[in-house]
C-alpha cells in the first residue's frame, strides 16, 4: 500500500477531530497549554481526535480518549498528568510519551450537545 493509502486509513479509523467537533474546547486547551508553557502539547491539542467518550457513564463527566489504550491496563512509565485551570470545573490531560491520550473534562457545562452523538455516528 501507498504510504498515503495508509495514512489516510488511520485517519479515518481515529475519529473526528476535536476542534472540528468542539472549537471553543479545543481553542481554550490551546490557550491552556501555551500558557502553562507547554508548548507541544498545545499542538497536540489542536490536532486531537474523538475516539471514544468515558465510558463511566457520570452525568458531570464529558471526558474523551484521543487514543486507543487497552481498557483496564496503566498508562505505564511515559504517563503524566497535566492538570489544566479552565476556571469552571476540571480539565486534565493524561499524557502518554508526549501524546495527549485522554481529556478529563469533568463538572464543566456542555461542551457541546453533540458529544455523545459524534461518537456514536461512529
Ligand atoms: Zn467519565
Known amino acids: 500500500m501507498e504510504q498515503d493509502a495508509v495514512e489516510q486509513l488511520a485517519v479515518a479509523q481515529d475519529g473526528p477531530l476535536v476542534r472540528d467537533v468542539f472549537p471553543d474546547l479545543t481553542a481554550q486547551l490551546v ?3 501555551e ?3 507547554e508548548h507541544r502539547l498545545a499542538v ?3 490536532d486531537l481526535r474523538l475516539l471514544a467518550e468515558c465510558d463511566c457513564r457520570n452525568a458531570f463527566c464529558q471526558s474523551f480518549r484521543t487514543h ?3 481498557p ?9 498528568m497535566v492538570a489544566l485551570d479552565p476556571g469552571n470545573g476540571f480539565l486534565n490531560l493524561d499524557v502518554v510519551d508526549g ?4 481529556v ?3 463538572d464543566r457545562p456542555p461542551a457541546a450537545p ?3 452523538a459524534a461518537v456514536r455516528r461512529r
Do not use: D
Not at 483496564?72 to 503524566?80: E, Q, V
Not at 501524546?99 to 485522554?102: G, L
Open 72 to 80: 483496564g491496563t496503566p498508562y505505564g512509565p511515559g504517563h503524566r
Open 104 to 106: 478529563e473534562l469533568v
Open 99 to 102: 501524546r495527549i491520550v485522554y
Open 44 to 46: 497536540c491539542a489542536y
Open 68 to 70: 486507543r489504550h487497552p
Open 35 to 37: 500558557a502553562e508553557g
Open 114 to 116: 453533540g458529544l455523545t
Open 31 to 33: 490557550r491552556l497549554l
